[in-house]
């Protein structure tokens, strides 16, 4: 994850700011969600689906030593050079040395939210070999410096005319020119050469497949074929959570992760590769093996299921806070609700500790979960961790003791109630002190008469059913 | 090989304490017995962006409707699994094996065959086994797959399961791609463009094999 | 049947028609209805900001007034801390707190899960759409949740309202998007939280609906405050007020 502290009150207020922009964000994660209904409606088990793979991710954490065992003896019988990499500066050396040792100065790679994570890029970059990012979107935010703020769709933030003029740029498309066809057209003529170009392609990898040693990675864009077929080196980054035992399990996650990401049937291409390739004499295939904080979640027994998480995005579509905030508010390189409940295990909960406040614990993303992760659930849990730590603000944390002592006394209650309604009249338009943020966007309901309480002591108990004609609804 | 020391500390990070009840694996998952229909096949494909053509009114005619098919056709490279299939049919020639596949980057279309179709999602089965000239088919600008009528499989469950098989039982497979469809995007504003850096255009046909 | 009102706390002091109207509905469907004034508070705030230990203050108050007995909330989001997140407070639960937690209904659940009662004869003239609140949906099961696919079965909400004499109903584009309350976050992220209560006031207003009905208050308020200040939308009105109007 990346080093910076992330700030969501602020970065969120920041892209609210912009009210129209907001409208259009919250519309396009919309329709994403929209397909993916679309897509789980036709499919009859679409439930037991997700229980299957709920089942089989549960079963490989509690097996990640015995699968690895197994996982890394069938991938070097295949060819595949095996490293493991603690933590991520192993990982960023293992694969420069690699690079270097091959002379290699020009590499494609293909989505890894990994090496995203680990900060590979800046890491390769700054030690002179140039990789270029080829998934359309993560390239798009590469030549913007920014990092991505989806983890399927990386550049959802940036309207046409902003890519257009990034193009315009860069890839030296017309000024003006905004349609996404010709753009595309643009980064397809650029990369391709690139593909062609590069000495070397870096993947992620989105099943491992322990009973061959196979990986298995998904585009749609054909990125990841183009960017392993070409060159004679190929690195693959994975983490270690991405074991499954066999290839037929990959079958229930291929069935519901492109469906749950986009709303398509099956990722254009998911293609199984084993070792190097032996058309290509030379051809040599490594595989990098991650831990780089997993640990901490995996020993974290509340938590630890939500490293089943196949990165689809869907949690990030369906979450109405995500939809309005952006990805980039969350300041994680992985967003929305799971990127909510990974931070605090991950960088820590002292940084992260605004994220899991970052809901309104609606449970959407636990419904749309491929591998149900009760992700509404988790967000829960992590904020009572913040508050025994001592990371949740002090006013708040000062405001529930005392709200729970005097709710402990029916009487203080009562008073409190009464005061409060005597005083209604002045803070209807403005609530002073730490609930200004209510009224600031809304009036407050009129003051009653008198509560509940009051009336039942008065009426209710007595009558038979009490009239509604001088309630208030204007 | 991975020092067994390393991997042992490497592992013992992720080992469960003596004593939890570890969870078993739920079981082989056959999924719904969905209907191994060219019908539903075409529907899934269309889907996906891709068009399904007729083996009408012979197979070689058909393909060679399709090679000359809108424009004058530049390239056109067959698989050598595909070249056996194309009978009576010219104006292509046939991959050679290749140190370097770049070569093929001028490739107008690319005839290959896959070795299953499955109608749940339109995915077509190429493996090193089918398609050793892997680079072909994402280099192309175009794709024609052909498949055997016979070898379409209704869910997807029992699809991957025939190529899970394969691989656990030692098949020296190095690779295996399920292709749905032209390769595509949404990156820019969720506008869907199909022809992202791979084919911007695929057809399949069942054939007779 | 007895049945003990469970009022919440911003009901009691803010919302009183809302517990009176739950009164008249219960009594209707001809339940003996009492009300003890020990209570205050489930808990709710403290557990959703994470302080679990003075929230377990407050369940345990809860769980020794409401003993064994059979409790009714008009709210979903209330009905769900008791019956649901009373696991996650540190608590040592005992047989007769989980025959309480388990015992303890949402009002539309209790009306025609429990006593099979769909025709209350209310009659209210009028276009509603229905806002389904989150944790009554999502936690409760009280209707068809959007994400899932399960057998379809309508939620008692719908079931209630399809019997209202004169009563069109409404649902809108987006069935059960949250309206943006979310307890604390209402007032933490005031900003981000009135947008998506501007957003649901937005929809909620489709087929030009009147009236804006569910089962919780504290959604209800919320998205009123918005439409008040903003002065337009239709008016928030709880779904025990419609089932009370005859």
Same mark, same amino acid.
């Given at each position: 994850m990346t080093a910076r502290v992330p700030q969501f009150h602020v970065d969120s207020e920041k892209f609210l700011a912009d009210q129209e922009r907001v409208g259009w964000h919250d519309g396009a994660l919309w329709h994403l969600r929209y397909k993916r209904d679309l897509a789980t409606q036709v499919v009859p088990d679409w439930e037991k689906l997700r229980d299957q793979a709920a089942a089989i991710k549960a079963h490989v954490l509690d097996h990640i030593p015995t699968l690895l065992s197994q996982f890394i003896t069938n991938a070097e019988a295949a060819g595949w050079v095996v490293h493991l990499a603690p933590e991520a500066d192993d990982l960023k050396r293992i694969v420069l040395d690699l690079l270097q040792k091959n002379g290699v100065t020009k590499a494609v790679k293909s989505k890894s939210m990994l090496t995203e994570e680990c900060g590979l890029n800046h890491h390769l970059e700054a030690n002179g070999v140039e990789v270029v990012d080829t998934d359309l979107g993560e390239r798009i935010v590469q030549l913007r410096h920014e990092p991505p703020s989806h983890i399927v769709v990386p550049a959802i933030h940036l309207k046409r005319g902003e890519i257009g003029e990034l193009f315009h740029e860069h890839l030296g498309t017309a000024k003006g020119e905004d349609d996404p066809i010709r753009l595309t057209r643009a980064a397809r003529a650029d990369l391709r050469k690139r593909f062609i170009g590069a000495q070397a392609g870096l993947t992620g990898v989105n099943f491992a497949v322990a009973d061959s040693g196979a990986i298995v990675i998904c585009t749609n864009e054909g990125n990841a074929d183009l960017g392993t077929a070409l060159q004679p080196l190929h690195i693959a980054c994975m983490g270690v959570e991405k074991l499954i035992p066999t290839a037929a399990d990959a079958g229930v996650f291929l069935r519901l992760l492109a469906r749950s990401a986009t709303?398509? &049937?099956?990722?254009t291409y998911s293609t199984h590769i084993r070792g190097p390739?032996?058309?290509? &004499?030379g051809h040599q295939a490594h595989l990098v093996i991650v831990d780089a904080g997993r640990r901490r979640l995996f020993a974290d027994d509340e938590h630890r299921r939500a490293l089943s998480c196949i990165r689809c995005g869907a949690c990030l579509n369906t979450c109405p806070v995500y939809r309005r905030a952006s990805g980039h508010a969350y300041g994680t390189t992985v967003p929305g609700p799971i990127g909510a409940v990974l931070a605090p295990a991950m960088i820590g909960t002292a940084k992260a500790k605004e994220l899991p406040f970052a809901s309104t614990l609606c449970g959407s993303c636990t419904n749309v979960c491929p591998v149900k992760i009760d992700l509404h659930d988790q967000l829960l849990s992590w904020r009572r961790r913040l508050a025994r730590e001592g990371h949740v603000p002090f006013s708040k944390r000062f405001a529930m003791k005392i709200g729970a002592q005097a709710l402990s006394y029916p009487w203080l209650f009562s008073l409190g109630g009464k005061i409060a309604r005597t005083f209604w009249g002045l803070a209807r338009k403005g609530i002073p002190g730490p609930h200004a943020g209510w009224t600031k966007h809304r009036d407050l309901p009129p003051a009653p008469k008198q509560s509940f309480r009051g009336w039942w002591k008065s009426d209710g108990q007595n009558q038979g059913n009490p009239t509604n004609k001088d309630q208030d609804h204007g | 090989m991975v020092d067994g020391a390393a991997l042992a500390a490497f592992s013992m990070r992720f080992q469960r304490p003596v004593g939890s009840v570890l969870k078993a694996h739920p079981g082989v998952y056959p999924g719904p017995d969905l209907p191994a229909s060219w019908d539903v096949f075409a529907t899934s494909l269309k889907s996906v962006g891709g068009v399904l053509l007729n083996a009408q009114p012979s197979q070689a005619q058909a393909i060679q409707a399709a090679i000359d098919m809108g424009r004058a056709p530049g390239r056109v490279v067959a698989s050598a699994a595909a070249a056996r299939l194309l009978t009576g049919v010219t104006g292509w020639e046939t991959a050679r094996v290749t140190?370097?596949?770049? /070569?093929? /980057?001028?490739?107008d279309l690319a005839i290959i065959r896959a070795e299953s179709a499955c109608a749940e999602n339109a995915a077509l089965l190429v493996t090193s086994s089918s398609l050793p000239e892997r680079a072909l088919a994402f280099l192309a600008q175009r794709i024609l797959v052909l498949v055997p009528r016979n070898r379409l499989i209704g869910g997807f469950m029992a699809a991957q399961a025939e190529l899970a098989r394969r691989l656990a039982d030692g098949e020296a497979l190095h690779h295996a791609t399920w292709m749905s469809g032209p390769s595509k995007t949404a990156d820019i504003e969720q506008t869907l463009v199909i022809g992202a850096h791979g084919v911007c255009a695929l057809a399949v046909m069942p054939v007779d094999a | 049947m007895d049945v003990h009102l469970f009022v919440p706390c911003y009901l009691d002091q803010v919302h009183p028609e809302v517990a009176m109207a739950t009164v008249t509905v219960l009594r209707r469907a001809g339940c003996t209805v009492h009300y003890s004034d020990q209570q205050t508070c489930c808990g709710q705030p403290m557990a959703n900001t994470g302080c679990a230990d003075d929230a377990a203050v407050l369940a345990r108050r809860h769980l020794d007034l409401f003993a064994g007995k059979t409790t009714v909330c008009p709210s979903g989001s209330c009905t769900s801390m008791v019956s +649901? +997140?009373? +696991?996650?407070?540190?608590l040592r639960l005992s047989a007769t707190d989980e025959k309480t937690m388990h015992r303890t209904f949402e009002l539309s659940d209790f009306l025609v899960n429990v006593l099979g009662v769909t025709d209350l004869k209310a009659r209210f003239p009028h276009k509603v759409s229905l806002h389904q609140s989150c944790h009554g949906l999502r936690e409760l099961g009280l209707g068809v949740m959007s994400e899932r696919r399960d057998p379809p079965k309508l939620g008692p909400a719908e079931v209630l309202l399809a019997q209202v004499e004169g009563l069109t109903l409404v649902m809108p584009e987006r069935r059960d998007e949250c309206c943006g309350f979310g307890g604390t976050f209402a007032v933490a992220e005031a900003d981000l939280s009135a947008r998506m209560g501007h957003d649901r006031c937005d929809q909620l207003s489709q087929?030009?609906?009147?009236y804006m009905t569910g089962n919780d208050q504290s959604c209800l308020m919320h998205l009123d405050g918005i439409r008040k200040r903003r002065g337009k939308g239709p008016k928030a009105i709880h779904l025990a007020e419609i089932l009370a109007c005859q």
């Open positions: 709303g398509q &049937p099956i990722t390739d032996p058309t290509r &004499p | 140190t370097t596949p770049q /070569e093929w /980057e001028d490739v | +649901h +997140h009373y +696991h996650d407070l540190g087929g030009d609906a009147e």
